[in-house]
């Protein structure tokens, strides 16, 4: 499985914004999906998860402001990300595995990173 993730930019607190991860592969209803998010300094975080059947998860965080969802037809998985603040600011990888949960090890595959910046 090949992951593309795009939608990053440059955005004012209190804005959005929208990433995708583009999958490869016939398999991607089969595998759970996660988004986590490292910032300058800082360890790889886990920010939100969806399992094949559509339960999802978030970290506290981010709660109430982000949504994860996939379309398995378009082999894409999504983050809409609202109210954004200066500390949502990080490179944001999308990954894939059998388990979708809080544990970057449960992934077997990565994208490569979108940047992601709020301004204050």
């Known amino acids: 499985v090949q992951l593309q993730a795009s939608g990053g930019g440059l955005v004012q607190a209190g804005g959005s914004l929208k990433l995708s991860c583009a999958a490869s592969g016939r398999t991607f209803s089969s595998y759970g999906m996660g988004w986590f998010r490292q910032a300058p300094g800082k360890e790889r975080e886990f920010v939100a998860a969806?399992?094949?059947?559509?339960?999802?998860d978030y970290a506290d965080p981010v709660k109430g402001r982000f949504t994860i969802s996939r379309d398995n037809a378009k082999n894409t998985v999504y983050l809409q990300m609202n109210s954004l603040k200066p500390e949502d600011t990080a490179v944001y990888y999308c990954?894939?595995?059998?388990?979708?949960?809080?544990?970057?090890?449960?992934?077997?595959?990565w994208g490569q990173g979108t940047q992601v910046t709020v301004s204050s």
């Open positions: 990954a894939a595995g059998p388990n979708s949960n809080w544990r970057a090890g449960s992934y077997d595959y």
């Open positions: 969806i399992n094949r059947n559509g339960l999802r």
